[in-house]
């Protein structure tokens, strides 16, 4: 551009702006004022629109995620092609083939842990389905001691909730990696139960609830009677008085914990656990989608960030909320409990489902998926008539544990010159009766807890790890907890 052309658009620009301030100056004061008024609201209408426009595309309904990848087969013809739907490329980790039937339009699924601080266990786990179209959310309160298939030797392995704690993989990996490990481990697992491969997870630390109740000023609950514990070495007391009330984070952080009374009068086991923390979950749900709590979303999304782990972003937290926030309680959120049996294995009290009533359950309402939820989807552990236990389409990660348990031989007469009888004798590579896991010693008296879990029962063989997720020994001296 040559010099005079330069001058000649710079004497028109200075040319525009006094045209400009001459037909200011020829404003009367009101027109002036008016005038600014109208530019300063045309610059605010400019950004606030951009700001909706970009909160618009920040606060948005997450992807579903893809199934994982099934692995290539060699046919006989030596072609490749994919292998039969439900399998992926390492053991124990199959998938349900209603997966591969398609998806129901605007259904998400959700798993919601809440992992205990102390020992890392997922004692709270809550399979979640939200019907965005239809405006209906779904949950069913998986059992934390819930029977699995699994390789772990111990009775406490073979709990749903030593799942994540046991595939966090090594120390020397991020919290952020060692959690997706576990969690992803968990929702394996989920799916083998239910059928369902959950689409996000959500896991919170237990301790945020009290701060999340006081954030929103209370919950009322009806409290159950004889909430009456103290436990010195944890400096655990519970001590609430029974009745509908309105509870504040200290008081809900004490009921949801609660397991016992001091004298065993009361004695929650797992089912009874569960549907207290399931009925005052819903309660807080309740509070929280009326609409007056949007004014407090600020200091929730602190308490959430700071105490969350989870694969959605906040912007999709925040989309979700917004079709939640409304919606009838009473009509539109159905939470109920996943239907089992207590058994024992080793001493410790496990559950079985009953497929029938779990099958019901999961196609009323939480099944995302255009097939129904069938037997051949899930993988259930249960007791054989004989003694042991066995599991539904797959075989046994620990083939000890079909085996019937050993009951202890007779005595030996001292005064009898007959043989032993050999087949009273324990069978090869079984346990001898009598010892620390014998299930005679222990019975069914609980489905157990965080402390009646020998540490050691947390961490399975190194060498095998059927959740998918590598497995680090316990440091020396750790106790064996993360």
């Known amino acids: 551009m040559s010099e005079n052309n330069r001058r000649g658009k710079r004497k028109a620009s200075e040319s525009r702006w006094s045209r400009y301030r001459a037909w200011t100056a020829s404003l009367d004061r009101g027109a002036r004022l008016r005038y600014r008024i109208l530019l300063a609201l045309a610059v605010i209408a400019v950004l606030i629109l951009g700001v909706a426009l970009y909160l618009r595309a920040w606060i948005s309904l997450p992807k579903v995620p893809d199934p994982p990848p099934r692995p290539v087969v060699n046919t006989p013809d030596g072609s490749g092609s994919q292998g039969t739907p439900g399998t992926v490329d390492y053991e124990g980790a199959e998938l349900p083939d209603v997966m591969f039937s398609g998806r129901k339009e605007g259904y998400y699924t959700f798993l ?6 102390t020992s890392g266990l997922t004692d709270t786990m809550m399979l ?4 965005t179209r239809g405006q209906k959310i779904s949950a069913v309160s998986l059992l934390r001691d819930t029977m699995v298939n699994t390789s772990g030797k111990t009775g406490g392995q073979k709990r749903l909730n030593a799942v994540y704690v046991r595939n966090l993989g090594d120390k020397k990996l991020s919290d952020k990696e060692r959690t997706a490990n576990g969690m992803t481990a968990l929702k394996q697992e989920v799916g083998k139960l239910t059928g369902i491969y959950p689409d996000f997870y959500v896991l919170v630390e237990w301790e945020a609830i009290g701060r999340l ?3 929103i000023d209370g919950v009322y609950f009806d409290v159950p009677p004889g909430m009456d514990y103290d436990d010195p070495y944890q400096d655990l007391h519970i001590h609430q008085e029974a009745g509908y009330r309105l509870l504040n984070g200290q008081d809900a952080m004490e009921v949801i914990r609660f397991r016992k009374n001091n004298d065993e009068s009361v004695v929650l086991y797992d ?3 569960t549907q207290i923390q399931r009925d005052f979950l819903a309660a807080t749900l309740k509070k929280c989608l009326t609409p007056e709590i949007l004014l407090k979303v600020p200091s929730l999304a602190r308490i959430f960030m700071e105490n969350v782990s989870t694969d959605l972003t906040m912007g999709n937290i925040l989309a979700f909320a917004q079709l939640a ?3 009838d309680v009473d009509s539109c959120v159905n939470f109920a409990s996943m239907p089992g ?3 024992s294995y080793r001493g410790a009290s496990l559950v079985v489902a009953r497929q029938d009533e779990l099958l019901e359950l999961l196609n009323n309402g939480l099944n995302p998926y255009l097939d129904e939820i069938g037997p051949d989807d899930l993988q259930l552990m249960y007791r054989k008539r004989g003694g042991g236990f066995d599991v539904t389409n797959t075989s046994l990660l620990d083939p000890a544990v079909g085996q019937p348990p050993v009951k ?3 005595p030996a ?3 009898s010159s007959q043989e032993p009888d050999e087949a009273t004798a324990p069978p090869e590579g079984t346990d001898p009766p009598g010892g620390e896991d014998d299930p005679s010693e222990k019975g069914d008296t609980s489905i157990g807890g965080i402390d009646d879990i020998d540490p050691g029962d947390i961490f399975p063989d190194p060498s095998h790890d059927i959740q998918g997720g590598a497995v680090s020994e316990p440091e020396e001296g750790s106790g064996g907890l993360i």
């Open 112 to 117: 919601l842990a809440g992992r205990d601080t």
């Open 128 to 131: 979640i389905t939200f019907d």
């Open 213 to 215: 109740v006081d954030a």
């Open 271 to 273: 089912a009874g656990r």
């Open 325 to 327: 926030v409304g919606m």
């Open 341 to 343: 049996d207590v058994v």
């Open 408 to 410: 202890a031989p007779e």
């Open 413 to 415: 007469d001292p005064n």
